[in-house]
């Protein structure tokens, strides 16, 4: 045979040679992924896993009846929510809410005031709301096991995987007590559960199994960040392991692009959408279920306010006239209702007494409107209501005192002109007069007067032209 004839023979031959590529294609890569054997073994193994886990965190529960730690807190939000009256926390509402209805169930009534280290009254079942906590916080060992049965462990390693989280003793204590912690650990236990069995199906794309793997993801991502904004690192954990993958799948040049923007579309709605929605829904439920004035709504914007039942804001008359007393709040989130009282004073003028910002409702806000217009001698008292370019002076109803401002700098700062609440009624200072400016209204009735809750105006001094206006510097 000749030379050039071996060379055909050997052209006709089937190429056994693979492809070089940075990540394996989806032919290549589905041939290694070894399909998971899951019988009656691992589901005896799940069951045994699981009451091991209920045994430890649930054991003599309810020996000790005393409130400890952030049950305080817990247990007071969750209340709330049977009461009805609004609170405000710097953590999500999600697993409050789940609180709440443990409380719920147990025939919590809501009026019992939780006090550190007092004793729960016999009325109180919180031996249920304790154990409520301990059975969200005993999933995570299936969870666990089930995660590392998807990542592609055998039975006997996934299930020392499980044990570990079974006798950690941090987890064991923190699932025993009111607290939101056992709550963020059970999403996010199945969030990462969510995505590994996601993973595993990965090469079963648009099927039923792979889009239900991935909304539940979604669905595991969403409560956990509506439980604790720490649940956000879980989120992240997710976003890049998507991003690799989606990367992987651009490099794979056999997929087309109509499938790469499948891929993309089903990441957003179930990875982005669901949780998003499952976040906003969890705060639709909060603020429907606390519609009463509580300890929180000072936080809120005085148009919320006015919704609440029991407001003295949906109590008091819209429009604002001379003689009205009135409380004063910046539009800037957090500074607050301005306020004066006979404690607080500058130290290089001890005659002046601080105007600031101060959280929270208290007598000290409470300012009355007085006219600043010359009086004549046949005026009649009559309702005068408070119009767009009307000057004006407040006066503290507490001290007595106007605002007033000058030319003395702030005491902390090298700009701008100090704010006091000095003088007497008798003898009013040309720096007390302001005039009125109505910046915009939220209300219905005619423009160009002020009303109380809608109305935003600008106040400005009447001698050196300036606007009052709030800063977050805070004063010593």
């Given at each position: 045979m000749s030379a050039s004839e071996a060379e055909q023979s050997d052209s006709t031959q089937p190429s056994t040679h693979k492809s070089f590529a940075a990540y394996p294609t989806r032919e290549e890569s589905s041939d290694h992924v070894k399909p998971l054997l899951w019988d009656h073994r691992d589901r005896i193994i799940i069951l045994a896993l699981t009451l091991l886990t209920l045994f430890t965190r649930l054991y003599q529960i309810g020996k000790r009846n005393a409130i400890y730690w952030d049950e305080i807190y817990m247990g007071r939000f969750g209340a709330q929510y049977i009461n009805g009256t609004f609170?405000?926390?710097?953590?999500?509402?999600?697993?409050?809410?789940?609180?709440?209805?443990?409380?719920?169930?147990?025939?919590?009534?809501?009026?019992?005031?939780?006090?550190?280290?007092?004793?729960?009254?016999?009325?109180?079942?919180?031996?249920?709301?304790?154990?409520?906590?301990?059975?969200?916080?005993?999933?995570?060992?299936?969870?666990?096991?089930?995660?590392?049965?998807?990542?592609?462990?055998?039975?006997?390693?996934?299930?020392?995987?499980?044990?570990?989280?079974?006798?950690?003793?941090?987890?064991?204590?923190?699932?025993?007590?009111?607290?939101?912690?056992?709550?963020?650990?059970?999403?996010?236990?199945?969030?990462?559960?969510?995505?590994?069995?996601?993973?595993?199906?990965?090469?079963?794309?648009?099927?039923?199994?792979?889009?239900?793997?991935?909304a539940f993801t979604g669905l595991s991502l969403g409560l956990?960040?509506?439980?604790?904004?720490?649940?956000?690192?879980?989120?992240?954990?997710?976003?890049?392991?998507?991003?690799?993958?989606?990367?992987?799948?651009?490099?794979?040049?056999?997929?087309?692009?109509?499938?790469?923007?499948?891929?993309?579309?089903?990441?957003?709605?179930?990875?982005?959408?669901?949780?998003?929605?499952?976040?906003?829904?969890?705060?639709?439920?909060?603020?429907?279920?606390?519609?009463?004035?509580?300890?929180?709504?000072?936080?809120?914007?005085?148009?919320?306010?006015?919704?609440?039942?029991?407001?003295?804001?949906?109590?008091?008359?819209?429009?604002?006239?001379?003689?009205?007393?009135?409380?004063?709040?910046?539009?800037?989130?957090?500074?607050?209702?301005?306020?004066?009282?006979?404690?607080?004073?500058?130290?290089?003028?001890?005659?002046?007494?601080?105007?600031?910002?101060?959280?929270?409702?208290?007598?000290?806000?409470?300012?009355?409107?007085?006219?600043?217009?010359a009086k004549k001698g046949n005026d009649t008292p009559s309702v005068r209501f408070i119009a767009d370019g009307d000057i004006l002076l407040l006066r503290h109803v507490g001290t007595k005192r106007y605002l007033r401002t000058g030319n003395a700098k702030p005491h902390n700062q090298g700009w701008d002109r100090r704010v006091v609440a000095a003088g007497n009624t008798t003898a009013p200072s040309a720096w007390d007069f302001w005039r009125v400016h109505i910046v915009d209204d939220v209300s219905p009735r005619p423009s160009g007067r002020l009303y109380a809750v809608t109305t935003r105006i600008q106040l400005t001094n009447k001698i050196s032209g300036c606007l009052l206006t709030a800063t977050p510097a805070q004063l010593p």
């Amino acid at each position: 045979m000749s030379a050039s004839e071996a060379e055909q023979s050997d052209s006709t031959q089937p190429s056994t040679h693979k492809s070089f590529a940075a990540y394996p294609t989806r032919e290549e890569s589905s041939d290694h992924v070894k399909p998971l054997l899951w019988d009656h073994r691992d589901r005896i193994i799940i069951l045994a896993l699981t009451l091991l886990t209920l045994f430890t965190r649930l054991y003599q529960i309810g020996k000790r009846n005393a409130i400890y730690w952030d049950e305080i807190y817990m247990g007071r939000f969750g209340a709330q929510y049977i009461n009805g009256t609004f609170y405000h926390d710097l953590h999500p509402v999600a697993g409050k809410l789940l609180i709440g209805l443990s409380e719920y169930v147990s025939g919590h009534n809501g009026s019992f005031t939780y006090t550190s280290g007092a004793e729960y009254p016999p009325h109180i079942n919180y031996v249920f709301q304790r154990a409520s906590m301990a059975v969200i916080g005993s999933l995570i060992v299936p969870f666990a096991y089930r995660t590392c049965r998807f990542l592609g462990f055998g039975r006997a390693a996934a299930t020392m995987g499980a044990s570990f989280v079974l006798l950690d003793n941090a987890l064991c204590v923190l699932s025993r007590f009111i607290l939101l912690d056992p709550i963020l650990f059970c999403f996010i236990a199945m969030a990462l559960m969510g995505y590994a069995g996601f993973a595993r199906h990965r090469h079963q794309a648009f099927s039923a199994v792979w889009w239900r793997w991935l909304a539940f993801t979604g669905l595991s991502l969403g409560l956990a960040i509506s439980t604790k904004w720490i649940g956000a690192f879980v989120v992240a954990l997710v976003g890049l392991c998507t991003i690799e993958e989606l990367a992987i799948l651009y490099s794979d040049r056999k997929t087309s692009v109509l499938t790469q923007i499948k891929h993309w579309i089903a990441r957003v709605v179930c990875l982005i959408c669901i949780p998003l929605l499952v976040y906003l829904i969890s705060f639709q439920i909060h603020f429907a279920l606390l519609r009463s004035r509580g300890t929180g709504d000072y936080k809120m914007p005085s148009q919320f306010q006015s919704l609440q039942r029991n407001n003295v804001v949906s109590r008091q008359p819209h429009d604002v006239a001379i003689g009205s007393q009135i409380t004063i709040r910046s539009h800037l989130p957090g500074f607050g209702l301005i306020y004066a009282n006979e404690t607080h004073r500058f130290p290089d003028n001890a005659d002046e007494l601080v105007a600031a910002g101060m959280p929270g409702k208290q007598a000290n806000n409470w300012w009355e409107i007085v006219s600043g217009a010359a009086k004549k001698g046949n005026d009649t008292p009559s309702v005068r209501f408070i119009a767009d370019g009307d000057i004006l002076l407040l006066r503290h109803v507490g001290t007595k005192r106007y605002l007033r401002t000058g030319n003395a700098k702030p005491h902390n700062q090298g700009w701008d002109r100090r704010v006091v609440a000095a003088g007497n009624t008798t003898a009013p200072s040309a720096w007390d007069f302001w005039r009125v400016h109505i910046v915009d209204d939220v209300s219905p009735r005619p423009s160009g007067r002020l009303y109380a809750v809608t109305t935003r105006i600008q106040l400005t001094n009447k001698i050196s032209g300036c606007l009052l206006t709030a800063t977050p510097a805070q004063l010593p």
